[in-house]
């Protein structure tokens, strides 16, 4: 394992220098998106790139060649390709938590044990063991073979998780909706005791499983979810005679009815999950990137074995991708470059990720955990402060409800906002009505907004559709609004492996040109640990006292009012 080499304060390598100087010359010269394409017929051709299933349209970005030469040579400063070559070989990368950082090993095939030897564990024969005890598992579960404690077959899983245990399942649960052949899945996350409520409601208990997946097997919402959970069916089956009080039985019902996905096997024990139907993982599986893992057991619970190859595939072949390519031609690092392009030099804050497929529709929200808890960070890996603005807000919504609510500030607001266009050529749903192609009707939206946005609509075209002079300024769409547009063919397995693993990969490219350790999350504990103070003041007087002004008005405000 090489060392970890100290962040390099990018702002101050001439590459940066280099990038100011021509970020300060373009907006000299003027942007103008229009006159880049009306000059050079190559535009689209020279900003276009395929990988497998997906073919990506950068063109529609304020870059030009030169833009696109002096990204390369930033990243091949701030040593990008190093640090993904020490990424892929399992160094050390995540520092504050000194670990590895191999979630690329979680698709890497049975054929390449033995290539990816790391602190001593064999990691892809580590993988695809587990694996293959998923596979066995959920074969059993859906071919009925897997009986409750009552000799019924499953028909409902419950998968309860949080964070990355939780948005990625759901979010590629969503998107492969047409491939479910297997019990359907209902989530539960929040420790709000609604949602544990409503999503029990209506199951049977006899046909029901739980997954609890918990890479800690500590965390407060998970925990007590699964505590309630366990509560419900205990209950319930006792209510309908199905089992009686005996510990034995209980036992029996938890065996049947509990399985577990966690590195904590210990824990997952001392819960009372049978260690043979747990399922591991490793530190070195950040959460937000641990879809592909164990995390992913509901998947191959509802699509099976074959449909969860072929995403794993995907996400492989992205990784080669990403790999290989020469940074210039390298869509997954040009993106990522580019995104710092927009954050560093036009100040752009947020970034719009809109599909374009509703069977994306929990994209936006997944992509907010992978992204924002990643680079959401102050100092770099070192500890020392960045120099520059880090992170993105990245947000969306699935086309076209978007149009009908935030995209008039994308088009003419005052802020820039970055967007991501995300179709598919063919239709999971392939519906003609009325003589019409719904499909076409919805992909012509995309390809109209990513128009409007990048060609806007000047003054005097306004002024010839016979508008009134002093309505004109309010039609005017200044254009030069950057976008990207991502076409696959088809909403696969094997696309959305791609298209996730082309997220974590930008992630990476910007969270390594800032110098972070995007790996770890440290923001997220102060929370936790005041959340654990606080608690006891809503029903203790000496916790209540402790408490600062604020918080202490508000507690009396529930105790007054608490029904
Ligand atoms: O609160 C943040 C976090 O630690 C995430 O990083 C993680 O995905 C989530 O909580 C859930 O953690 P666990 O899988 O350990 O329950």
Not at 55 to 83: P, Q, Y
Not at 201 to 224: A, M, N, Q, R
Not at 370 to 377: A, D, H, P, R, V
């Amino acid at each position: 394992m090489s060392k970890i080499p100290a962040p390099i304060d990018v702002t101050q390598l001439p590459e940066w220098k280099a990038l100011q100087d021509h970020y300060d010359r373009l907006q000299a010269e003027g942007i103008s998106l229009k006159d880049w394409f009306a000059a050079d017929p190559d535009r689209v051709a020279k900003l276009s790139f395929d990988t497998s299933d997906l073919h990506f349209d950068l063109s529609k970005n304020l870059i030009t060649d030169e833009t696109v030469k002096l990204l390369a040579d930033l990243g091949r400063a701030v040593g990008l390709e190093e640090r993904r070559a020490a990424m892929y070989r399992g160094d050390h990368i995540n520092t504050t938590e000194d670990r590895a950082v191999l979630h690329t090993a979680l698709r890497r095939p049975a054929s390449e044990a033995g290539t990816l030897i790391v602190d001593g564990q064999d990691t892809v024969a580590d993988v695809n063991e587990v694996l293959d005890k998923m596979y066995a598992f959920a074969e059993r579960v859906r071919s009925g073979e897997w009986k409750g404690v009552t000799g019924k077959a499953i028909e409902n899983v419950v998968s309860i998780g949080i964070g990355g245990s939780d948005l990625g399942p759901v979010m590629v649960y969503e998107g492969l909706r047409p491939y479910l052949d297997g019990p359907a899945v209902r989530f539960v996350s929040n420790i709000d005791p609604n949602d544990v409520a409503e999503k029990v409601k209506g199951l049977d208990p006899e046909t029901t499983l739980v997954i609890v997946v918990s890479k800690t097997f500590t965390t407060l919402e998970t925990i007590t979810n699964a505590k309630m959970a366990r509560w419900w069916l205990l209950d319930a089956l006792r209510k309908a005679g199905a089992i009686d009080d005996s510990a034995e039985k209980e036992a029996e019902a938890i065996a049947k009815h509990f399985v577990a996905v966690s590195t904590n096997l210990k824990l997952v024990a001392d819960f009372g999950i049978d260690p043979e139907n747990a399922f591991g993982f490793w530190s070195w599986v950040g959460g937000r990137y641990s879809v592909d893992s164990a995390v992913g057991l509901a998947l191959i619970l509802a699509f099976g074995k074959d449909v969860f190859q072929d995403f794993l595939k995907g996400f492989y072949d992205m990784d080669r991708t990403f790999e290989t390519e020469p940074l210039e031609e390298n869509v997954v690092a040009l993106m990522g470059l580019i995104n710092v392009w927009y954050v560093n030099f036009f100040k752009a804050e947020s970034h719009a990720v809109l599909p374009y497929v509703q069977y994306l529709h929990r994209f936006a929200a997944y992509l907010q955990q992978l992204t924002m808890e990643s680079n959401g960070k102050q100092v770099r890996w070192d500890g020392s402060p960045v120099t520059t603005e880090t992170g993105e807000i990245f947000w969306g919504e699935a086309g076209t409800n978007g149009q009908h609510a935030f995209y008039q500030l994308i088009h003419q607001g005052t802020r820039m906002i970055p967007a991501d266009f995300i179709g598919f050529v063919n239709s999971a749903n392939p519906i003609q009505c009325e003589g019409a192609d719904v499909h076409e009707l919805f992909l012509g939206n995309f390809l109209a907004q990513t128009k409007a946005l990048a060609f806007g609509k000047t003054a005097d075209e306004v002024r010839a559709e016979g508008t009134p002079e002093e309505i004109v300024p309010a039609r005017v769409f200044t254009g030069n609004r950057p976008t990207t547009s991502i076409f696959g063919v088809s909403l696969t397995p094997h696309a959305l492996g791609e298209l996730i693993a082309l997220y974590e990969h930008i992630t990476f490219v910007e969270g390594t040109v800032w110098g972070l350790d995007s790996y770890d999350q440290w923001g997220v504990e102060l929370g936790k640990q005041l959340a654990k103070q606080i608690t006891p003041a809503f029903h203790d007087d000496e916790a209540l006292a402790a408490q600062d002004a604020s918080t202490k008005a508000l507690i009396e405000f529930y105790r007054a009012n608490r029904a």
